[in-house]
């Protein structure tokens, strides 16, 4: 094993939370390493939006313009490592300096004050032909990340049993949000879920809203889907079903049937390391309340702090529905929280 890289903050992910909080934490000129391990969840997007300023933009371009931005500006602290911590434990000694002990896939050792975990998350879909491929692409989960492009247009709508207490806020969602997009042809896919009896409708979410859907002229199929793959031209799904009828629309509307945490990150996401279970959607859980400044769980950034001192989360990591600019804000947040708990501690000592 390699000598050990003494750092005053350790940040577990190069996504938009990681390199933000790199890029607030560098503004302190204290000692920053970040290790990308090349997992994003938004892999499969080719354009973000929302995004003031880079409207449009490819998310691999806009990781790539911070990280550029970082290594220009800040390269007497910061330093960026592709590659993945494989494990991290918190030292019991509290005289020492370096509060935090990781190693790498290389087998170096590193020595941190402070953590920051941005490690994302992974979404579970159904198993269905061809959505893994789509997923990001011509399969999207919300009007503001990428619904807008679909306007004037066929498009279908899935709902899954493994969705069942999801789908009512779905169907909301369907009918407040994305009518004004004004779709031609509205399809809404039950995957098996019979729309002609009273459990059938309650398990699709369609329970409240039955009567206006059929008025809205929606139209509903219920047959299982076999497959769902992209058209030889490339600008359309072609959904098959198991009686042998089919669909094609540009696009169409999924809700994750869960979360978990990256492939990369399982190793580090343990209850014993934690001091807690990670939360509903896969997330790191909130501070007990003893430690929270608002009591409520993180959502926009309120308290990144973990049960665990100096470990501090940010983006989909303890927030499963923030998008880049959220998590952007996150980043800075954990970041700062950080700066204070280190120059708080230099001070007792002094």
């Known amino acids: 094993m390699s000598l050990v890289t003494y750092v005053d903050l350790l940040i577990v992910g190069g996504g938009p939370a990681g390199l933000s909080a790199a890029t607030a934490f560098s503004r302190l000129k204290r ?100 959505v893994k491929e789509q997923w990001g692409k011509k399969i999207i989960h919300c009007i503001f990340c990428h619904g807008t492009e679909t306007a004037n247009a066929p498009f279908a709508f899935l709902l899954t049993k493994a969705n069942a207490p999801m789908n009512p806020k779905l169907v909301e969602s369907m009918l407040k949000l994305w009518r004004s997009l004004n779709h031609t042809d509205k399809y809404i896919l039950t995957h098996g879920m019979d729309f002609e009896t009273e459990q059938g409708r309650k398990d699709a979410g369609l329970e409240e809203k039955y009567d206006l859907i059929k008025k809205l002229g929606y139209k509903i199929i219920s047959t299982p889907i076999r497959s769902i793959t992209e058209t030889v031209s490339q600008n359309a799904l072609e959904i098959k079903f198991e009686d042998g009828k089919q669909i094609q629309v540009p696009a169409m509307l999924l809700f994750p049937e869960g979360f978990s ?60 529905f923030a998008n880049v600019t959220i998590s952007l804000a996150q980043g800075q947040n954990a970041a700062v929280m950080a700066g204070d708990q280190i120059g708080e501690e230099e001070m007792k000592k002094l």
């Open 31 to 130: 000692t920053c390493l970040l290790y990308d391990s090349g997992v994003y969840r938004n892999e499969g997007v080719k354009h973000a939006h929302l995004i003031s300023g880079y409207e449009h933009c490819s998310p691999s371009d806009f990781r790539s313009k911070m990280k550029e931005d970082l290594l220009k500006y800040y390269s007497d602290t910061f330093e960026y490592r592709p590659g993945r911590i494989t494990n991290l434990r918190k030292l019991d000694d509290q005289s020492k300096e370096w509060d935090f002990e990781a190693i790498d896939d290389q087998e170096r050792l590193i020595s941190a004050k402070k953590v920051v975990l941005a490690t994302g998350l992974k979404d579970r879909l159904p198993d269905i032909q061809g």
């Open 261 to 320: 945490a990256n492939e990369h990150a399982t190793s580090l996401l343990t209850e014993d390391f934690l001091e807690d279970k990670l939360a509903m959607f896969g997330t790191i859980a909130p501070p007990s309340k003893e430690m929270s400044m608002t009591g409520l769980p993180p959502r926009m950034g309120d308290d990144p702090r973990t049960n665990v001192h100096g470990l501090f989360w940010a983006g989909n990591s303890g927030s499963a």
